[in-house]
């Protein structure tokens, strides 16, 4: 009997994963609390600067779109795992899925992962 289901689906590179990751857990969360730095330094010194009512609305916005990135990473990562996840979730031996059914759900959900990463990019958010 040969086998006919899916392969297990990657990312190309096999690290995008990973850096997407660093992205929207790391660099997004430091960078919008950099915005909310600044958005108090022109709300008390807003004389100072040329255009703080532009620039404060640009950051905002900044910050809206990088908190949205954090919240779309985290919905995203629930749908990316690997075949280790699922042998530690089914141990081989044990009563679980079919492989094919395995890997049909995996290849399923990391289409999702892709659709929601390319929201991500697509809306300006870090990638």
């Not at 919008?32 to 008390?44: E, F, K, N, P, S």
């Not at 492989?99 to 990019?121: G, K, N, V, Y």
Request: charged content about 15%; some cysteine.
């Amino acid at each position: 009997m040969s086998d006919t289901s899916p392969d297990w689906a990657k990312p190309t590179p096999l690290g995008y994963g990973i850096a997407s990751e660093a992205a929207h857990f790391v660099a997004a969360p430091l960078l919008a609390g950099a915005c909310i730095a600044t958005i108090g330094v022109l709300g008390a010194d807003g004389n100072k600067f040329r255009w703080p009512g532009p620039a404060m609305l640009l950051l905002t916005l900044a910050f809206v779109a990088l908190i949205a990135s954090v919240q779309y990473g985290f919905h995203a990562r629930g749908h990316f795992y690997s075949p280790t996840d699922v042998d530690t979730w089914y141990p081989p031996g044990r009563s679980r899925p079919a492989e094919s059914t395995l890997r049909q759900h995996q290849q399923r959900d990391f289409q999702q992962w892709r659709r929601l990463r390319r929201r991500l990019i697509w809306r300006g958010s870090v990638a």
